[in-house]
Structures are given as structure tokens and as C-alpha cells.
């Protein structure tokens, strides 16, 4: 072995154990999308009503009481973004129940105090605290608290309802009815409905964010439960191993020597994919998963090209170290073409596709990409060790 | 072993039959398409996709009745297993999905949710917009590169075939009247992008063998390089439908319908690139009475 082939081999080695230190430990160095852990994608319109039209300064402060109320929720690593004008895109990974989470965003939480008359009487806008409390029958209970202000607010509005119900709603419907015994002139109340301990958490943690000045819609909620996230990627998993036992065994059958030399290359390429995932710090997606076992098919396809062709140039009587040069030779203009085309593809996919998708691109070009180093670099070098040892009828 | 390497196929002399088969295959999808058109996802049609699974076994019957109690009988009710459900709805709000689930609940048995996705109108269309969009993309992009590298006459070779994959992928989706998600789209896209591998090493090798092999009639020169190249096409095209039809079966009813697309778009496309594209080039030079002597077919080269 002369040495720029030592140097290339210990090259491959090198890139290998790289990739390894990049995707170790696994569970950790990967990022799992939302598909897969389980959790909200929700895009937010701010829309016009003819009481609160949509500006500007709507639109921050919506974001700013959500992230408020996502924070208080307790979701790690929450993605809050505004889009374009007046929408804002919200991602909650990992949240136990996503639906109750994305009603809990998306909920206008307009507390009103209404006379037996239907008139307003004041808003929770003047709130400064509330919390979820038990009474003496051990029902829950919101406790509330206005500021100065309100609590002046609070005690005229009492003092005029003596005697008579003063109702309590939220966003329109009524929360509880209850008949005012006296005026309340410090400020603190509480509600009492049909609460559980949950629903009076999350009135309380409404409250606090405060109302959200305009009327938000949801365009797009995709929520997954981990229960199908983890499904998944067992599901996911298990196809991977079936498709990779499968190529290799057929690798293997057809090619003999070669298929081996293919085989491995194949390991190769999958951990240069997960390493590269890795070190990209990607998302892996339920379509990603599908993208890296597609590969595992394309990745043997330019192996198989170039075995196809070494074995026509042996046809041709050349020795078996002039025939895998030939053959790399040929196949390699054949191999880069042939992945280009679906790399444009995969571009057209990261620019116009949403998350998920998003995640298929990427794995898909990170595959195409280690596959055309492991067949042009990988089998290549391992071909030429092989061939200063073994005879090409030895592989056939 | 070679189990096909030496034996000799003549695919120029029957293209007639498979320029046939093709165009009824694609006649017929074109007319589902026109008019029955596509089952469109909640992706792109907007509307609500709850998939739960319940305690106990449960009867598409049962589910239905209870969404007829919410007006809503003309969902689409899938089952996935005795027990699992996907349910698609118009567009509803969470008040109503809520409704509905406490009546499974309270009518069925206690159930899992596993999944809702609901999609506005607006989103859809945007969707719909930026799917064609990325299916031009790709192929006006793909016919640039194979401009550059080849010639102009192969990239249209190249269209027709990769239109003739594309339409027969969905036209089978609009036949079987199987839901158009954004990941069938991206299966499109993928076809788009992987179906031409195959056309293009047969087109290599032709570009090959019209640079050495000039005496020869074109016809031979095109199965010589169909025939040299079979092998090689029919492995791949095996290596790369095992893993699919392995995500087919195995990975999931999400992904079930992506992996579907793929494979329907593969078997085309490696029917195409055998049968249709290189018999093209023929059909091409007859059309353009280029002379049938293969020395004219690369053009640049060809002028000495």
C-alpha cells in the first residue's frame, strides 16, 4: 500500500469517527419535531372586529400575553414567532395535552363584571394578581385581585349591585351569577363556577396574561399526542431496519464480494447521515425518517452503477485494478448527474415545504450527499485494499 | 450471477404498443382528474383530522352515528385497526371537537387522542400555491441542469417522461380517490427529482456509445444502451422500492400514503426511462429528419 492510499484511507476513518462524536449520544444530539415528540404547530390571525381593529401595537401585545401565558404553562424551548403582518406562528413541543395548551394561547380571556341589566360594569384590565384556590367546601376557586384603581371600580360596581346578582364572564359567557351580600371595597374577590382544579389553573393563568386586545383566530392547529409521536417512531424504526436488512441481504446475494464491500459502505453512509444530522443540529421529522430509509435504497444505487461497470470493463479482459478505475470512471459523470436532479428536487421541497417536509428535504440532500461520498470515496479506496489481496473472480 | 446481463431485448421495435399502453394508462387518470378530480387533504381542502384510538373495538357504523348527531355524516371515517380511527370533518372549532369526543366517550368507550389537525381555508389555498409552485421549481430546474449537461433535445425527452411519471402517480391517486396530502406532494417532488436517474444513465450510455460506436444505426445504438444499462436499472429500481414498500407496510398510516406515491412514481418512472425516453430520442430525430447515422445526434460533437 503506497501511502497517499494509506492517507485516504485514514481519511475515511477519520470522517467516520467524526460522525460518530457527533451523533453520540443519540438521543441527545438529535432533535425530534413535533411529530415525533408529540406536541402544537398553531398559526394565529389577529383579525379585525369593528370594536378592536388590528394595528400594530395589537399585534405585539398579543404576542407578548401568549409567550406570557406559554411561559407559565411551562413549555420548554416554545417557538413564538410573528409572520408577516398579523399572523404569529406558535410551536409547543412535548406539551402533554397540546389541545387544552393551543385553547389556552388562542382564548381571548375577556373577564367581564355584568349588572342583572347585561351592562358592563368593569373588565379585568385593572387585575393585578389571580390565583387558583380552594374554598371551604374544598371546591376550587379563582382568587383575584385588582389594583387600585379597579378596586375602586370594583367597589362602586358592588355597591350598586347590592342585593342583586352582579355575573361574571368570561369572553362573553357567563362563569358564575352570584348576588352581591355587600360592597367589596378591597379588591379581592373570588369566582366560583363549576371548576375543576385544572380549569381553575388555567382561568387563573388567563387572567394573569391578561385579555388579548384583539379577536385572534387559529388558521392552523396540527397537534400530535406522544402516544403517536413515540408510535411513530418505533413505526418509523422498524421500516428503517426491515428496508436496511432487506438491501443489505440482496446487496449481498447478487454482488457476493462486491455486495459486502456495498454493504458496507451503506453502514457508512447511514452514520455519516445521522452524524451530519447531528452536527447540523436538524430536526428529525416523521418524514425525515422516511427521507433517511429512502436513502438507504439510493445510497447502494451508485454502488450498484459502479460495480455494473467494473464488471463490463473485466468483460473487456482489463485486470481488475485497471477495471475499477475505468469503471469509477465512467460511473462517476452518470452518478452526479443522476443526484443532482434529485437534490433540485429536494431544494424545491426545503423552500416551499412546511415544517415536516422541511425535515424530509434535509435528510433527503444529507443522504444524497453521503451516499455520493461513501460510493466515490468509501468504495472506492475499500475496492483498491481489496484488490491488492484478492483476485475480481474472488468478488464475482 | 446475471440474470439478465447477456440476453438481448429489443425495445425499439414494439415502442409502438408501450407509447399505447402509456397514453391509456394516463388518458384514463387524466379523466378521473377532470372529473371526478382529487380527494384533497384537510392540507390543502382545509377542515378538521381527529385520529383516536379507542379502549374497546368500535364499528365504523357507531362512530358514524355519533357524528351524524353533530351534522356531520358526510365526514370520512378510516379505520386504522378494530380500535383506531382517522376522522376527517369540515372545519370545527374546538368547542365542537370537544363535543364530539365526550359523545364517543359517553356513547363508545373512553378513547386516546392521538391526533387533531385542523386547517383554515386561507392555509389551504396558500398550501395549494406553494405545492404547485415547488413542483415548477423542480422541474424547471431539473431541465436547466440537464440543458447545461446534455442538450436541450434530452431535457424535453426529459419533461415528457418526468410528466408521464408525475400523471400517472396522480392520476392513480385521483382513480382510487386516495386523500392528496402535502407529504403525497412531496413524494411528487421526489419522483420529480429521482425518476430522471434512471433516464439519465441510459442517456449517458447512449451519449457513450454515439461518441465510439458511429457506424451503428441509431435504433441499435438506443437498445444497446437500454439493454447495457438494464441490469443496472432493474437493481436499482428494486433496491429502491424495497425500502419503500418497507415504510408501506411497516411505517405507518401517515406516512402509508407518501410511501404509496413513492412507489407508484417508481415503478413509472423506471417503466419510462426502459420503454419511453430513449425511444423518444428516435421519435425526436425522426420528427427533425435528423439523419439516422449516429453521428449527428450529439451536435456539438457531431459537426466535424
Known amino acids: 500500500m503506497n501511502w497517499t492510499k494509506t492517507l485516504r484511507l485514514a481519511s475515511v476513518f477519520v470522517v467516520i469517527f467524526i460522525a460518530i462524536i457527533l451523533s453520540f449520544p443519540l438521543n441527545e444530539k438529535i432533535n425530534l419535531g413535533l411529530d415525533l415528540q408529540g406536541g402544537s ?69 375577556l373577564l367581564e363584571f355584568k349588572s342583572e341589566e347585561g351592562e358592563t360594569q368593569l373588565t379585568g384590565a385593572h387585575l393585578i394578581n389571580a390565583k387558583s384556590s380552594f374554598d371551604q367546601f374544598s371546591r376550587s376557586i379563582v382568587l383575584i385581585e385588582f389594583d387600585k384603581i379597579g378596586a375602586k371600580e370594583f367597589g362602586e360596581a358592588t355597591k350598586k349591585s347590592v342585593g342583586k346578582v352582579l355575573a361574571i364572564t368570561l369572553d362573553g359567557k357567563e362563569i358564575s351569577a352570584p348576588v352581591v351580600q355587600e360592597p367589596i371595597l378591597d379588591g379581592k374577590a373570588q369566582i366560583t363556577g363549576k371548576f375543576t382544579v385544572d380549569s381553575a389553573k388555567h382561568l387563573a393563568l388567563l387572567l394573569r396574561s391578561g385579555a388579548l386586545p384583539v379577536k385572534v383566530e387559529i388558521l392552523e392547529n396540527r397537534s400530535i399526542g406522544p402516544t403517536l409521536g413515540r408510535d411513530s417512531i418505533s413505526k418509523g424504526i422498524k421500516a428503517g431496519i426491515v ?83 475505468a469503471g469509477f470512471n465512467k460511473a462517476f459523470r452518470t452518478i452526479f448527474d443522476a443526484n443532482v436532479t434529485t437534490l433540485i428536487a429536494a431544494l424545491a421541497l426545503f423552500y416551499f415545504g412546511s415544517g415536516p417536509i422541511k425535515g ?13 461520498f461513501t460510493a466515490i470515496v468509501v468504495t472506492k479506496i475499500v475496492l483498491e485494499v481489496v484488490a491488492t489481496k484478492f483476485s475480481s473472480r474472488a468478488l464475482l | 450471477m446475471d ?23 394516463i388518458l384514463i387518470g387524466l379523466i378521473s382528474i377532470i372529473f371526478q378530480g382529487f380527494n384533497l387533504g384537510i392540507d390543502f381542502a382545509g377542515g378538521t383530522l381527529i385520529q383516536i384510538r379507542f379502549d374497546k373495538s368500535v364499528s365504523t357504523t357507531e362512530v358514524r352515528n355519533v357524528l351524524s348527531e353533530f351534522n356531520l355524516s358526510q365526514s370520512t371515517i378510516q379505520n386504522l ?24 366517550r359517553e356513547n363508545l ?56 411519471d408525475c400523471l400517472i402517480v396522480l392520476g392513480i391517486f385521483s382513480l382510487l380517490q386516495k386523500e392528496i396530502t402535502i407529504s403525497v406532494i412531496a413524494a411528487v417532488l421526489t419522483i420529480v427529482g429521482y425518476s430522471l436517474n434512471n433516464t439519465i444513465v441510459i442517456l449517458d450510455r447512449l ?35 424495497i425500502p419503500v414498500l418497507a415504510l408501506y407496510f411497516f411505517g405507518g398510516n401517515i406516512l402509508s400514503d407518501f410511501a404509496l406515491a413513492l412507489f407508484l412514481g417508481m415503478v413509472a418512472g423506471t417503466y419510462s426511462s426502459i420503454f419511453i425516453a430513449s425511444p423518444l430520442l428516435l421519435e425526436w430525430n425522426k420528427i427533425f429528419k435528423i439523419r439516422q447515422k449516429g453521428i449527428r445526434i450529439t451536435g456539438k460533437k457531431g459537426k466535424k
Open chain 2, 109 to 164: 368507550t373512553d378513547l386516546e387522542i392521538l391526533r387533531v389537525e385542523t386547517v383554515g381555508p386561507v392555509i389551504g389555498e396558500n398550501l395549494k400555491k406553494l405545492a404547485i409552485y415547488a413542483l415548477l421549481f423542480a422541474f424547471i430546474g431539473i431541465v436547466l441542469y440537464i440543458t447545461m449537461r446534455f442538450e436541450f433535445k434530452f431535457s424535453i425527452i426529459s419533461i415528457l417522461a418526468l410528466s408521464h
Open chain 1, 243 to 325: 428496508g436496511l436488512i432487506l438491501i443489505l441481504l440482496f446487496m449481498l446475494i447478487y454482488y457476493k464480494g462486491f455486495g459486502l464491500i456495498a454493504d458496507f459502505a451503506l453502514v457508512v453512509c447511514m452514520v455519516l447521515i445521522v452524524g451530519a444530522l447531528a452536527g447540523l443540529k436538524a430536526t428529525l421529522t416523521l418524514p425525515g425518517i422516511a427521507g433517511m430509509i429512502l436513502t438507504i435504497g439510493m445510497a447502494v444505487d451508485a454502488n450498484i452503477l459502479i460495480f455494473e461497470r467494473i464488471k463490463e470493463e473485466l468483460r473487456l479482459e482489463k485486470t481488475f485494478r485497471a477495471s475499477i478505475d
Open chain 1, 41 to 109: 404547530h398553531v398559526i394565529l390571525e389577529c383579525v379585525d372586529t369593528p370594536n378592536a381593529p388590528v394595528d400594530n401595537d395589537a399585534v405585539n401585545r398579543v404576542l407578548e400575553i401568549i409567550r406570557n401565558r406559554i411561559d407559565q404553562l411551562g413549555v420548554s424551548e416554545p417557538v413564538i414567532q410573528r409572520q408577516g403582518t398579523n399572523r404569529i406562528l406558535v410551536q409547543l413541543p412535548g406539551v402533554e395535552d397540546p389541545e387544552a395548551a393551543v385553547e389556552l394561547i388562542g382564548k381571548t380571556a
Open chain 2, 81 to 104: 385497526s378494530e380500535n383506531e380511527f382517522v376522522i376527517r370533518t369540515e372545519k370545527i372549532n374546538s368547542e365542537k371537537r370537544k363535543g364530539i369526543l365526550s359523545a364517543f
Open chain 2, 207 to 241: 451519449r457513450e456509445n454515439i461518441k465510439f460506436k458511429t457506424r451503428e444505426p441509431f435504433e441499435n445504438l438506443i437498445n444497446m444502451s437500454i439493454n447495457q444499462s438494464l441490469s443496472r436499472t432493474i437493481n436499482t429500481a428494486l433496491t429502491t422500492v
Open chain 2, 3 to 25: 440474470l439478465i446481463g447477456k440476453k438481448k431485448f429489443d425495445f425499439i421495435k414494439n415502442r409502438r404498443i408501450v407509447y399505447i399502453i402509456s397514453a391509456v394508462i
Open chain 1, 360 to 372: 424530509f428535504a434535509v435528510t433527503l440532500s444529507v443522504g444524497i450527499l453521503a451516499s455520493m
